[in-house]
């Protein structure tokens, strides 16, 4: 913003209001949750990596539309509060039209985790009302905390080999894993574990590998802490990275990771209703032997209801998976040939 409002031969990294040097705040970095049903249950399930949300809501559309009402559900289930509403678009209807749907969006988070955000009228397209989100940004969505004693994890939402077709072998560099610190701090030298790894046969072989470098955008780091998106260069072959191939997999110093799993006993929570169907259907409670699809940070895994209890279920996973602590589990079960979410659950425990 101050680099956009800076005049040609005016020095940069300047406040264009108050003429003094900027100062580094906080790096803040995006995930973005479009409405298809089965990125919803992926946003659901790594919601625990996020500190705050952005609810973007068109002044020019009816409030609320399908995704939105979607979205909100999501942001109840997932239980976080640090919300920004923002009402966009603004310069596309009259000032009428524009307190209308304010209404209308204060109606619809009226009783919602969201019922007190601040609503935030902006127009993107001529930039009207940004810094007031930037501020927001800092009142309502403020960074996390450090705990300097807890054991590093990692969660893997990307790998891949950054080497060009052709690279001479003696050139070749380690694959790269992007994700997000859970808790922790990693640096560069140290040695990391990652799980479930390797299949071999009808088990897991973890990986241990050393990270060499980190980077945040284009900037290279000598450490990682909770909070945003980085990329840790590794010495694995690349060909274990390439396409993706180690999405949802934990890391951790070695020896320190939680068991891999391939049964688990969930506490579950349906939905009223199914998110993604475009008709109001009503949860059905779930069946004996059913197959459901469960996302769990940013690893799918196939579940099957192999036994029903009192206060909770248990399936049988394929593959195997090894969730972070306090991992929400989001279900969805086949509703007219396609995967829709219908709840989610978390390991039980019971004492609680």
Request: aromatic fraction near 6%; proline fraction near 6%; hydrophobic fraction near 40%.
């Amino acid at each position: 913003m101050a680099e956009a409002a800076r005049k040609k031969g005016q020095p940069r990294f300047v406040c264009p209001n108050c003429k003094k040097n900027l100062e580094f705040r906080r790096n803040v970095s995006f995930v973005d949750a479009p409405g298809h049903e089965i990125l919803m249950a992926t946003m659901l399930s790594g919601a625990f990596l996020m500190n705050g949300a952005c609810l973007l809501i068109a002044a020019d559309e009816v409030c609320p539309q399908p995704q939105t009402r979607e979205h909100l559900a999501a942001l109840n289930i997932a239980g976080i509060e640090n919300i920004i509403i923002i009402q966009n678009k603004i310069d596309a209807v009259s000032k009428e039209q524009a307190y209308e749907n304010y209404n209308q969006i204060k109606a619809f988070v009226k009783d919602s985790i969201a019922e007190n955000a601040p609503i935030i009228p902006v127009s993107a397209i001529f930039n009207v009302n940004i810094g007031l989100i930037v501020r927001a940004f800092e009142e309502i969505i403020p960074s996390p905390k450090i705990r300097e004693d807890e054991e590093f994890q990692f969660l893997i939402a990307r790998s891949f080999d950054i080497n060009r077709p052709g690279t001479e072998i003696s050139k070749l560099r380690g694959g790269v894993i992007g994700g997000s610190v859970l808790k922790g701090k990693i640096k560069v030298g140290e040695e990391i574990e990652i799980r479930p790894g390797l299949r071999a046969k009808n088990d897991f072989i973890p990986i241990i590998t050393e990270i060499v470098s980190i980077s945040q955008g284009n900037s290279l780091l000598e450490k990682a802490n909770p909070g945003g998106l980085i990329g840790l260069g590794t010495k694995l072959d690349p060909a274990l990275t390439r396409g993706d191939s180690l999405i949802g997999h934990l890391v951790g110093k070695p020896n320190t990771l939680p068991e891999i799993v391939s049964q688990v006993e969930l506490k579950v929570n349906l939905l009223e209703r199914v998110i993604g169907s475009e008709m109001q259907i009503r949860v059905q409670q779930l069946k004996h032997n059913e197959k459901l699809l469960l996302v769990v940070g940013t690893e799918k895994t196939a579940g099957i209801v192999i036994k029903i209890l009192k206060n909770s279920y248990i399936l049988n996973l394929s593959p195997p998976i090894c969730p972070p602590e306090n991992s929400i589990f989001a279900i969805s079960r086949i509703i007219n040939r396609r995967y829709r979410l219908i709840g989610y659950g978390r390991l039980f425990n019971p004492n609680q």
